[in-house]
């Protein structure tokens, strides 16, 4: 059972990899002010914000490493780096990581930092594991950080949320109360919505560089698919009334499921756990000398698994996934002998491991089942009950 998983997680390996290895269509402008069409290694940065980048001129051109210091921005699509000197307070937000000191602490650092809005005001964002900060530039003014620190205070955890005080000094409109102020989070969506508001409010112009996305927490998916199933039965000691070892050759049969999808508020939505109730039947008939025996085989499977997504260029993903599968089957699964005691056919857990690809609401996977017990009620009688499946995917909402 291990080693065809383990095989499946080294090629879904190397597709991520491949994934990652992709060059796309980007610009970057250096120290002397020139812009510089060409491609772009697109490393996501999603745990850490660039410190470099890896450029091509043309697709079969070599590529090339531009440092922080050699440009001035760069961009991939709409999202886009420029290069500022900042203060930067790196209080871990982490709670067993909180101090006792509710003031920033701040080292001057050179970062590119992720562009969300251009205007009177404009807003930045850096990001790392544990830290995420925001910036703002008020008139073309240096680039300040919006203040936001969690600390302790009589081991209970408290927030400094300078960042309120500091939008409503420096960002007054007559549109803008000290009310919404007050409710905002410290969060892209929150914060751009703000900014939006008050360049409207000042007449000024608004270039959204990236937009704040907000992924779905929860997603609902009909899953219909073909299952190719085979059951090895095993009988250690066959006798007059228990039947002899068979093997029923695999089937394609129809299975239908409903999945269950949960986002965690972390790795912007790569990571997801899901629960997926499932019918699945399998029927078929094996002989061995002159004994026939036939499988009519029933149940709801419950795979429960986690899923990581690779984000494509072009809004799709592929994702790979594993998991357990609980079974229960129906009472009237049997493993019927013709001439000797049948077998009531009894739920066993079992692993399973899968990859597909998703574009908007549709999906389709590959997904593998092996060696699951099916009889685990009779003490001389072993059972595989092996699945190779290719399951679409219909995604409700």
Request: hydrophobic share 40%; proline share 3%.
């Amino acid at each position: 059972m291990k080693a065809p998983i383990l095989f499946a997680v080294f090629i879904l390996a190397a597709m991520a990899a491949h994934c990652q290895m992709k060059f796309e269509s980007g610009y970057y402008i250096n120290n002397e002010g020139q812009r510089v069409e060409c491609l772009i290694r697109n490393m996501e940065w999603k745990n850490t914000y660039p410190k470099s980048f890896e450029f091509r001129l043309e697709e079969a051109s070599a590529s090339a490493e531009v440092q922080i210091e050699g440009a001035r921005e760069f961009g991939i699509g709409s999202t886009i780096y420029r290069r500022f000197t900042v203060n930067m307070d790196r209080s871990s937000d982490r709670t067993e990581r909180l101090t006792e000191n509710r003031n920033p602490e701040f080292t001057n650092e050179t970062l590119f930092l992720k562009v969300l809005l251009v205007g009177k005001a404009s807003l930045f964002q850096y990001e790392e594991s544990g830290l995420l900060r925001f910036f703002y530039s008020l008139d073309q003014s240096p680039v300040q950080q919006l203040i936001y620190k969690r600390f302790i205070v009589k081991e209970n955890a408290a927030r400094n949320d300078t960042y309120k005080q500091q939008l409503l000094n420096e960002l007054k409109c007559e549109t803008v109360s000290s009310k919404e102020v007050e409710g905002l989070n410290y969060s892209s969506t929150d914060l751009m919505k703000f900014f939006v508001k008050y360049n409207q409010c000042q007449g000024a112009s608004v270039a959204t560089a990236a937009k704040a996305v907000k992924r779905d927490a929860f997603n609902l998916t009909i899953r219909p698919g073909v299952s190719f199933s085979s059951l090895i039965l095993k009988n250690a000691a066959p006798n007059v009334f228990w039947g002899p070892s068979m093997e029923f050759a695999s089937k394609p049969t129809f299975r239908l499921g409903v999945e269950f999808e949960f986002f965690g508020p972390f790795n912007k939505g790569n990571w997801s756990a899901f629960i997926e109730p499932t019918f699945q039947s399998y029927s078929s008939e094996a002989a061995s000398g002159a004994t026939t025996a036939k499988v009519d085989y029933r149940s709801i499977e419950i795979p429960v698994g986690i899923r990581h997504y690779i984000f494509l260029a072009d809004r799709s993903t592929i994702f790979i996934n594993g998991g357990l599968v609980l079974d229960y089957p129906f009472s009237s699964s049997t493993v019927d002998y013709a001439i000797h005691n049948d077998l009531a056919i009894s739920g066993e857990s079992g692993l399973f491991a899968g990859a597909g690809y998703k574009r908007n609401r549709y999906s389709a996977e590959f997904r593998a089942a092996f060696g699951r017990g099916v009889v685990p009620l009779y003490r001389d009688f072993t059972s595989k009950y092996n699945q190779f499946m290719l399951v679409l995917g219909y995604t409700l909402f």
